[in-house]
């Protein structure tokens, strides 16, 4: 009751401000909200190559992608910094196109001019995990927040998707309509079809770990829990795994961009923590195995075809709190197994389903073939053309 209060004040607030904002002239201008942050820079990148037009980036202090502070304007977008924040509203009330990469509470008050368009970079490639109108605790919320999940949903005047499938979850999850589906791919994924920038990145993570010249890289990356976003702990037994895989490789540990995570960093020389690394991507380059659980990296780590194992220990307590998709026991390209023992006999006698990642990638990466900012960035500049 009280968080609904204070939801309810926050919105009322933010409302009247964007509305005596919005009695500015309009601007041609491409303002992006960004919360991970990685799709808008692909994208913002190649539109800087279609449009000379103002690019603004209104930062959350979630967002640690660092942006090209000349190629775009970067306004942090904190309530910390009052100033700042009214200067984002400004340049949400007054953009010709808003790109947003996440779920943004505020947009269920932003009644943009009719001129605007705001289009949904959303953050995964693909969903594991069920979201928006088709997440299990979502029936028990309110009418009232109901009502603001649909208003910030019909902002989205087009949600870019990386395949048929998602498109599919898009309109289930949003409700969106065919039309408002924009099938550009998903812009960071291009990241993995060019040979230079891979190359370069490549180089940079022998030099910032150059432990992984002597040994193979596991990457542990989970996804967030809910009511466990802050001092989650991680729940593999890193002393097992320490005992048992050692001397072929290393741990890297890679947290929720939501979660503060705490886990026995006791073998420095098996255990690195590598949360604070900003783009996911870069690391499964030099990956040799990836463990998750209900998280969206799957869906790009299987464009590079190597194995990946899910650790689903709280599988039935997800299903009930945040859903998994149907069949998920079946679509998984790797083995689920539930205890680190599962984990070390997978690894030793390398059981890993290698042959389920190809179809998994070819269906959902379906647009994501290397030209999904060029793709996007194109049509932002038609449209006002």
């Known amino acids: 009751m009280v968080r609904e209060l204070l939801i309810f004040i926050y919105l009322f607030l933010f409302q009247i401000i964007f509305s005596l904002f919005k009695l500015f002239p309009l601007k041609t201008k491409t303002v992006c909200v960004a919360s991970f942050g990685d799709n808008i820079f692909y994208t913002t990148r190649a539109l800087r190559k279609e449009t000379d037009e103002d690019i603004i980036i209104l930062k959350e202090d979630s967002c640690k992608y660092p942006f090209d502070n000349s190629m775009t304007t970067i306004v942090p977008f904190t309530l910390i910094k009052p100033l700042t924040y009214l200067k984002s509203i400004f340049h949400l009330a007054t953009a010709s196109t808003i790109l947003v990469d996440n779920y943004f509470g505020f947009l269920a008050v932003t009644k943009f001019k009719?001129?605007?368009?705001?289009?949904?970079?959303?953050h995964a490639a693909g969903a594991i995990k069920k979201f928006g109108f088709q997440k299990p605790t979502t029936e028990n919320r309110s009418t009232h927040s109901h009502k603001r999940f649909a208003k910030v949903y019909s902002r989205f005047n087009y949600t870019i998707v990386g395949s048929e499938r998602m498109a599919t979850i898009f309109q289930d999850s949003f409700g969106l309509t065919d039309d408002r589906i924009l099938r550009t791919g998903i812009p960071r994924t291009d990241f993995f079809y060019s040979k230079r920038a891979v190359e370069k990145v490549h180089q940079q993570l022998i030099t910032t770990f150059p432990i992984t010249r002597e040994k193979k890289v596991i990457l542990y990356a989970p996804t967030f829990r809910d009511h466990s976003l802050s001092g989650y702990h991680i729940r593999l037994d890193?002393?097992?795994?320490?005992?048992?895989?050692?001397?072929?490789?290393v741990l890297f540990i890679k947290a929720h961009?939501?979660?503060?995570?705490?886990?026995?960093?006791?073998?420095?020389?098996?255990?690195?923590?590598?949360?604070d690394y900003y783009d996911v991507n870069h690391l499964l380059l030099c990956t040799d195995i990836l463990i998750t659980d209900y998280s969206s990296i799957p869906f790009e780590f299987a464009l590079l075809e190597k194995p990946m194992i899910f650790y689903a220990y709280d599988i039935d307590e997800y299903k009930d709190t945040s859903g998994l998709i149907d069949d998920f026991d079946n679509q998984m390209p790797g083995p689920i197994v539930r205890t680190t023992e599962d984990i070390i006999k997978v690894i030793i006698h390398q059981d890993f389903q290698i042959e389920k990642i190809k179809p998994f990638s070819e269906e959902w990466n379906q647009y994501s073939v290397g030209r999904s900012s060029i793709n996007l960035s194109q049509i932002i500049t038609e449209s006002k053309r």
């Open 238 to 249: 890193i002393e097992k795994l320490y005992k048992e895989l050692a001397n072929d490789y």
């Open 114 to 122: 009719k001129e605007t368009k705001c289009i949904q970079l959303w």
């Open 257 to 275: 961009p939501a979660v503060t995570c705490e886990f026995n960093a006791k073998h420095k020389e098996f255990v690195y923590d590598v949360s």
